[in-house]
């Protein structure tokens, strides 16, 4: 299942003012084509835990720490979300544009081959990943943990590159 989070303006009844609250998108796969928008007053971890209570495959998400120990208490498995971490170099492209080239570059890399591999079987597609995603996985964590050592901590492209690392397992 994929997951993300949106905030939303909530009109509060009776004195036509409104709160923040928030929108949860959950996103099936190809045995499950649901989309789901579930709806609550806060970003507090008890949405998403209420939600994916019975859940126990992969999810896949952002780095939103209210995550962790849904994961955990589920015994589910955690992906990465490669839009979040490709929009964090887009971000700070004006800070570094040759680190933001380059990996937005070996994301898209990733990303044709998500769609060479869409409509092959689950074994096929995961065969095709390790065939074809992982040396550019590999290159891309080499590139990662060569722009850490380059860069300043406060670097804003520091940000996006351990938002990676940081999600990398």
């Not at 074994?123 to 992982?134: G, H, L, T």
């Amino acid at each position: 299942i994929c997951t993300d989070d949106t905030t939303m303006p909530m009109l509060s009844p009776g004195n036509g003012k409104t709160r923040q609250a928030k929108m949860w998108v959950y996103v099936g796969d190809k045995n499950h084509p649901y989309d789901v928008f579930d709806f609550t007053l806060s970003r507090s971890r008890d949405g998403p835990n209420e939600f994916l209570r019975d859940f126990r495959q992969t999810i896949l998400a952002d780095a939103y720490g209210g995550y962790d120990g849904i994961v955990v208490s589920n015994d589910m498995k955690r992906a990465g979300c490669w839009a979040h971490a490709r929009r964090k170099f887009v971000d700070a492209e004006k800070a570094h544009p040759a680190i933001a080239q380059e990996a937005v570059e070996l994301i898209g890399k990733l990303y044709g081959i998500e769609r060479r591999a869409k409509d092959l079987s689950s074994e096929d597609r995961a065969e095709q990943r390790r065939k074809q995603s992982q040396p550019i996985l590999e290159r891309l964590h080499q590139r990662l943990s060569d722009w850490k050592i380059q860069l300043l901590p406060k670097h804003p492209m520091a940000e996006a590159v351990n938002y990676c690392l940081r999600q990398w397992k």
